[in-house]
């Protein structure tokens, strides 16, 4: 079981310039989250997907970012154009189908994205 | 709304018992659950206590949940220097999301 993969596993860029970011989950999950982690606000949820839906993107900050799921085996985060405040850690998590039973998410190892 | 709070920090010597706290707000939580995130990595399950349980021990692990007060802790015995790492509390927040605190960091010296 590869777990969760996601790449690239550290990104450099200049500020303006756009960022995509990849996450293939666990094979069978149909649960897909973004998170964004700070020193300063922690582990913020960015957007989840079911079932390749997105449901919930209230945590995306702004019209900057992006995600789409096309399939059960990839999705991607865009940051268009990026700024300086974007850099951070962005983690993706996935989870199997829960009835009755727990909702725990497996965490790919993160990107850490660097803004100029 | 939902929060989990976390102590930030949390220093011990190497063979000393950890004991890391958390509070969480949302009662009608199912499951809560501990990860750990060692430097560089992802967040990783440690474990997790189904809500109509009192306590969960897991080898060093001890959960002990206190559901009248909110209150979970995980409790490390004969702590060793591998077990410094930063450890997120989680309560589930229905439609399969989880709610994490800002995780408490665990330094342990030898």
């Known amino acids: 079981d590869a777990g969760v993969i996601q790449s690239p596993r550290h990104e450099v860029t200049e500020m303006g310039q756009e960022v995509t970011l990849r996450c293939k989950p666990i094979?069978?999950?149909?649960?897909l989250f973004w998170y964004r982690q700070t020193m300063m606000r922690g582990l913020e949820l960015l957007i989840y997907?079911?079932?390749?839906?997105?449901?919930?993107d209230s945590g995306m900050p702004e019209d900057r970012f992006s995600a789409k799921m096309p399939n059960a085996s990839f999705s991607t985060l865009k940051i268009q154009p990026s700024e300086p405040r974007d850099s951070a850690v962005y983690f993706c998590?996935?989870?199997?189908?829960?009835?009755?039973?727990?909702?725990?998410?497996?965490f790919g190892p993160g990107t850490r994205l660097t803004v100029l | 709304g939902e929060d989990v709070e976390q102590s930030l920090f949390l220093s011990v010597r190497e063979g000393d018992s950890s004991v890391i706290n958390c509070t969480y707000t949302?009662?009608?939580?199912?499951?809560l659950y501990w990860y750990k995130q060692e430097p560089g990595a992802g967040l990783q399950l440690l474990t997790y206590?189904?809500?109509?349980?009192d306590m969960k021990q897991d080898q060093r692990l001890t959960v002990l949940l206190n559901k009248k007060d909110k209150h979970l802790s995980l409790r490390i015995a004969d702590t060793q220097t591998g077990d410094s790492a930063i450890y997120f509390c989680?309560?589930?927040?229905?439609?399969?999301?989880?709610?994490f605190g800002k995780g408490t960091m665990l330094l342990v010296s030898p």
């Open positions: 998590a996935s989870s199997a189908p829960s009835s009755g039973s727990t909702d725990t998410q497996y």
């Open positions: 094979s069978g999950h149909n649960s």
């Open positions: 997907f079911n079932n390749n839906v997105p449901i919930d």
């Open positions: 949302d009662s009608s939580s199912t499951y």
């Open positions: 206590i189904f809500s109509n349980m």
């Open positions: 989680a309560e589930d927040s229905g439609y399969s999301t989880l709610t």
